[in-house]
Each structure stands twice: as C-alpha cells, then as structure tokens.
C-alpha cells in the first residue's frame, strides 16, 4: 500500500521539503528565519501525478483510503466475552474484514492502523502503545488520581449506565472506569485493534472512525469522554453534534488535550529558539492538514457552541524536565521529558513525510535537533536557561435536560 504522496518522490526516492526547516545536515540554522511561519508545498489529493493542488480552505488529508475501505465497518463485542475476536464482525465476509483491519500499514520502520489509512497520525505499534499507557499515567497524577473531573451522575456510581471513550487506544481509560463504575457499560472505539484481549466483562470496544457520522442512537450515554485528540478531528463542531446528539439529557462530555508547543515559565524565550521553530511546524501543518493540534485552548468555547451548559474549564501544566520544586510537578516532568524523548518520532514522523513534505533524512534530522534540546539543560531552567512545559486543559459540560 502507497500514499498518494509517494507519486511526488523524486529519482532518488525523497519528497519535497518545505523551505522553512532546519535541516542541520545541509544548512547552518543561522540562514533561517525561524520567526517567519513554515512554508509548505502545495499537496496532492489522490494517486494520480496530475491531481490538482486542493484549496487552502479545504481540510487536507495526507493519505486516503482505499476505495473498497467501508467507512461504516465495526468491530462489535461478543456478549459473552468482552474482548473482540473476527467472529464477532458483521457482514458475510468475517474473516476477510478481520483480517483486513489488521493488515497493519508499515512506514518509515513503524506500523499504522489500516481502516481508514492515514486518518491518524499515531503508529499503533508496541513502542507507541507503552507511550500511550505512560500518558495514562500521567493523567492520573494530573487528576490527583481521578479518572475525569465531570460530576457525572451527580457522584452516584450507580446511576451511570452507559460510557462512550473515544479514541480509546490501548483500551486503558476504558478498562479501569469499567472497574470504577461496575454497574456500567464501557465502550471504547479506535482505529486500531490494539486493545488486551481479557477485560471486565462491562467493557467493551468497537473499531470506528469518529470524524464520519455516529451510528450510535440518540441519548444513549450517560458520559462521553475525549483524550488526545488534537491533529485527529476534521471539524470539531460536527464531531461534537454526534456527542449531543448521542448524550442522555443530563449527561456529560469531557475533553482532555494538551499543547504541542513548549512555552517557558518566564515567557522571555528568544524567538528564534528551537521550541518556537517546533511549535509554529506543528501547529503549522495541523492548520495545513485540517487538523488542528490548537483544540486544548478551543475546547471551551466549542463546548459552549454546541449547547452544552454548566460548561468548566480547568487548566494544567505538564513540566518538560524535572526542574519544579513542587514534588507532583517534577514527577510530571520527569515523566512528561521520558514521553517526550521516545515518542517524539512517532507523533511527528508521519506529518513531516506526508503534509509536511520532508524526506525521511530530513525528517529525522529535524527529530533529532527536538531530542537535542530536551536534553539541553538550558532547557530546564539550569545554566541561565529557561524552564520549559506544555498547557493543558480539561473541558467539560452538561447536555440540558
């Protein structure tokens, strides 16, 4: 399988590279303007070589599916075995569609999900999944051991029914609030089949794609929760009509996304310094791709739209290193510098090679100069530097009754 964007390769195998990156294998950084915004070749849609560019208006999506992909595929729970198997797929042919969800795309020496190829960014390989775990983690720590902060069913565990987690990944939110809430069914959906095979029995998962229409019915979950999401969502305010649309009166919605784009505890970080030239090329091809990586500062005010009321905002830091004082703090960002380190390449390999328009050399160079300064301890507040970290946001509101 090939994306479109391999029909632009040159003779020697590489893609296009935007003119404002650093490239330290070829250039002084020096020659760069690293306060002028990224600029990007225009990006093919399709397989053809003679494609017309897309507009700038339109939500760019970098690899597409193929035209036999049913969008609508699921991937259903047995009722007496909670963990999925190809048996429990709908459709004549079973073992055809369960075998095809797991024909993993590998790229670049990673592995991606194969239904809906491209919509994510992520690989769903064992590397990446432990980095997903470890963020659940972290969560935790954030949440002072809390797996959300919605008031849902006004604290009485008993009075929760139904639980829709999107984009589930591993499965671990989903499993531990099926433990938490007992009474409860838990539905996890994503992607990728990546989830353990042995879960409560209350739990359950279900291969999606969340940007198409639900096919979920109306006010079915008592709580819809949302986690990392930033780069996934094409349109944000259609996604969250389905979430309306599929809440019981009185029922929550939470969302919880960090930055991407490391900001300094004092805010006087010179403008050409590495963290800015990182935080304007992501943020830069997430606009460029239809996806925004901005959603953690957004969720409110799209939240509210919807028509959610009792709408909170809670706000949190994720230190970069371990240079806080405060004991949660510097746990956080030892952890936070840990992910950081080795998921580095796997959140931006992808979006580089593909909207991006970078030759996997190029791409990785890039990557290694982000590696390079999270280990700088200049970068921590030490030797007359800057201490570093990323925001974060939990949103959540009520579907009025």
Known sequence: MSSGADEDRDDAGNLPI????????????????????????????????????????????????????????????????????????????TDTLASFITDYRYENGRRYHSFRDGAYWGPNDDRQNELV???????????????????????????????????????????????????????????????????????????????????FPDDRFDFIHIRELFGCIPDWDFFLQQAWRCLKPGGWVEIVEHSVWPVSEDGDVPANHFYNTWGRTVEGLGERWGKTFCIWRQSREKVIAA??????????????????????????????????????EGFMLRILTGPGGMSVQTAQAFLGRMKDELRNPKNQGFQGGHAFYLDGSVVYGRKPL
């Open 133 to 215: 775990d470890l963020a659940h983690h972290m969560y935790l720590i954030t949440l002072d051991g809390n797996l959300h902060l919605a008031p849902i069913a006004d604290g009485v565990k008993g009075n929760v029914h139904e639980i829709l987690d999107i984009g589930t990944g591993t499965g671990i939110w989903a499993i531990d609030m099926a433990d938490e809430y007992p009474c409860a069914r838990v539905t996890g959906t994503d992607l990728s089949p990546i989830q353990p095979d042995f879960v409560p029995p209350n739990c359950s998962f279900e291969i999606d794609d969340v940007t198409l229409e639900w096919t």
């Open 18 to 93: 935007f003119s404002n990156t650093i490239d330290p294998t070829t250039q002084d950084e020096m020659d760069i303007d690293p306060t002028a915004p990224p600029v990007f070749p225009p990006v093919i849609f399709g397989t053809s070589s003679h494609s017309e560019p897309l507009s700038a208006a339109h939500p760019l999506l970098a690899f597409q599916p193929h035209d036999n992909q049913d969008p609508h595929a699921l991937f259903y729970a047995d009722d007496h075995d909670s963990a999925y198997d190809s048996a429990s797929l709908l459709g004549d042919d």
């Open 307 to 344: 028509g959610f009321t009792d709408v909170v905002e809670r706000r949190f830091k994720w230190p970069i290193g371990g240079w806080s004082v405060d004991p949660k703090m510097r746990e956080l960002g030892m952890w936070n510098q840990l992910r950081m380190m080795d998921g580095v």
